[in-house]
Structure formats: C-alpha cells, structure tokens
C-alpha cells in the first residue's frame, strides 16, 4: 500500500519525501566528508581518488535511505 504523508494541508507523496531526504542528508554527508578529507590531509588527493569516495558515500547513503523508506512503508 502507498502512503503520503502531510505537510501543512497538503500532501506528497512518499517518493517526493525520500527524494528530499536524499538531497539533504546528500548535502549533510558531502560536507562531512569534505570536512574530514580535509582533516586527514587527503583533501589534496588525485581527482579520481576523491571522485571514487565520493560515489562510494552516495551510493551507500542512498541504498540505506532507500531500505529505510522501504521499510517504513511496508509498515503502513
């Protein structure tokens, strides 16, 4: 079963609330991880070096928000 979910009188739908989870944690974890490249001294990395980290935190970020919502939905 699909389920919105209700924001001052109005709804969105599920899909519309994870995408926006998404961006924000994204934008949450992109700065802590450029805080602690930068920490660690591998901020000055090769381009690839932090390209592939970079993918590597999103793609996990996302694969765990989406079983979140998935989760949470299965519940509804």
């Known amino acids: 079963m699909r389920w919105n979910l209700s924001l001052r009188g109005r709804v969105m739908p599920i899909d519309a609330v994870e995408a926006w989870a998404n961006a924000i944690l994204g934008l949450g974890v992109s700065a802590a991880l450029v805080a602690a490249l930068r920490a660690i001294g591998l901020w000055d990395a090769p ?18 928000l989406r079983r979140l919502f998935r989760w949470w939905e299965g519940r509804a």
């Not at 381009?47 to 765990?64: E, G, K, M, P």
């Open 47 to 64: 381009a690839l070096v932090v390209s592939i980290l970079f993918f590597v935190a999103s793609l996990t970020r996302a694969y765990a």
